[in-house]
């Protein structure tokens, strides 16, 4: 009887800890959403074997994520992307994978953000390795991780406390998450990587919106300008420009010949991004050249009025609303343009 009482208790007060906790995170401002981890690319990557020569594959970096909307590319152009764009990399390594791995055909998009791009091919550099880890992934996955993936969906999806990233972001609220929080004193001189807060939530299909705290908020905001701030003034090697031309534009050569769409894209940014973006990647030298050597089709935001002079809340990603239409704007170019052809059923 005293063993069923006090297993009760422990129930009732773990059961009380948990709501607490999840009420108290929904309180500060926090949503429900999924970690955009290497499984649930995995998932979306796994469409690409089944893909037709009508599909649209979209790939790049964080900007691809946040500023091409599915549901308004699907409204206007009658194809739902699968979006397999991954944060903070090079788009080398997973059109790489699609050229060599798949026999896809149809439309990949290419979102080029300059630092990122053009940065290396190097394969232990962070923006080629974090996407070819989950490029690797998939292709070594098991079943037991597919199965632990589909279960955490209900978890991540309804539950604050569940909400994490893979790379341990500063906005965390898991133990290591909090932990991270706490800046001790630096003693070797060198000098420490500021917050860095999750900005989106992301659906089951990799559709990711920026919250609407980053876009109204600025203090917010400013603690991921800040994070950008220093990358920008870190040191770092030079970009390799040579060399991931080259290494893209065979991997474009072969999947053209094979009768692949490929198309170009360069989506906004503002403040200290865009004016390090326009002295240190000038366009006319990087961005222009590449169109030029690879022959591919090309949507550079600064050649329309509506998306020019688009601001980025923090520098560096479009808000919901004007993601929504950036996205309607370029898929109705690429319609008027033949780039993208309509279904016709």
Not at 13 to 30: D, T
Not at 70 to 95: C, H, M, N, W, Y
Not at 172 to 177: A, T, V
Not at 305 to 316: I, T, Y
Request: glycine share 6%; net charge negative.
């Amino acid at each position: 009887m005293q063993l069923k009482t006090s297993l009760l208790v422990a129930l009732v007060l773990s059961a009380i800890g948990l709501v607490s906790w999840e009420l108290y995170w929904r309180s500060q401002g926090y949503e429900p959403t999924l970690d955009d981890n290497k499984h649930l690319w995995a998932v979306e990557r796994d469409k690409v074997n089944s893909l037709t020569e009508n599909d649209v594959v979209l790939t790049g970096s964080s900007r691809v994520l946040f500023d091409i909307q599915l549901d308004e590319f699907e409204k206007v152009t009658g194809i739902r992307p699968i979006q397999l764009a991954s944060a903070g990399s090079s788009p080398l390594p997973i059109f790489h994978d699609i050229v060599e791995n798949t026999d896809f055909n149809g439309t990949v998009i290419v979102g080029v953000t300059p630092p990122l791009f053009f940065s290396t091919t190097f394969p232990q550099a962070g923006p080629w390795r974090r996407p070819q880890l989950r490029v690797d992934h998939y292709h070594k996955r098991t079943y037991a991780n597919r199965v632990n993936h589909w279960l955490s969906i209900p978890l991540q999806e309804n539950l604050v406390m569940m909400s994490g990233h893979e790379e341990e972001a500063d906005e965390n609220i898991d133990l290591k998450g909090l932990l991270r929080r706490i800046k001790l004193a630096e003693r070797t001189g060198k000098p420490q990587y500021p917050p860095f807060f999750e900005f989106g939530t992301i659906d089951s299909d990799r559709n990711t919106r920026m919250t609407e705290r980053t876009a109204t908020d600025t203090a917010f905001a400013n603690v991921i300008t800040n994070a950008w701030k220093f990358i920008i003034t870190s040191d770092g090697p030079p970009p390799d420009v040579e060399g991931t031309t080259k290494f893209f534009a065979a991997d474009a050569k072969k999947f053209m010949e094979r009768g692949g769409n490929l198309i170009l894209v360069r989506p906004p940014s503002s403040g200290m991004f865009k004016g390090g973006e326009s002295k240190f990647f000038p366009r006319d030298k990087l961005y222009d050249e590449l169109v030029k050597i690879t022959g591919a089709k090309s949507y550079h935001y600064e050649d329309y009025d509506e998306l020019k002079d688009m601001v980025c809340p923090e520098w560096s990603h479009l808000s919901a609303e004007d993601a929504d239409i950036y996205t309607r704007v370029l898929a109705q170019e690429m319609i008027k343009d033949n780039a993208l052809t309509k279904p016709t059923n």
